[in-house]
Nanobody
Framework: VQLQASGGGLVGTGGSLRLSCAAS????????MGWFRQAPGKEREFVAS????????DYADSVKGRFTVSRDSAKNMVYLQMDSLKFEDTAVYYC??????????????????WGQGTQVTVSS
């Protein structure tokens, strides 16, 4: 499984960005897809996840109500729509895939595959 994240950039406070994650060809019906982020000097933290088979989702409290995760099964794509961005959202964002798609997981160790990161910078 190969994952490729894109869509990062520089945006002002209150702005929006949409991140995309392209997954390699194949069936992800039993996968849990996640987004994580890592700010300088901090641990990589969970942001959101989505179960591929039914589209149900889970969010970190810090982004709930502002971020929306979705997937397009036909295109093997996962998206993270980020609205009302804050300075503290600045980080490198990573998409990840876990074969444990039967439940939601926030621990990064549960995820089996990772894409390269995409930088999101929110100016204050």
């Amino acid at each position: 499984v190969q994952l490729q994240a894109s869509g990062g950039g520089l945006v002002g406070t209150g702005g929006s960005l949409r991140l995309s994650c392209a997954a390699s060809e194949g069936s992800f019906s039993h996968y849990l897809m996640g987004w994580f982020r890592q700010a300088p000097g901090k641990e990589r933290e969970f942001v959101a996840s989505i179960r591929w088979n039914d589209g149900s989702s889970d969010y970190a409290d810090s982004v709930k109500g502002r971020f929306t995760v979705s997937r397009d099964s036909a295109k093997n794509m996962v998206y993270l729509q980020m609205d009302s961005l804050k300075f503290e959202d600045t980080a490198v964002y990573y998409c990840a895939a876990s074969r444990s798609g039967w439940n939601f997981f926030r621990l990064k160790d549960v995820y089996d595959y990772w894409g390269q990161g995409t930088q999101v910078t929110v100016s204050s």
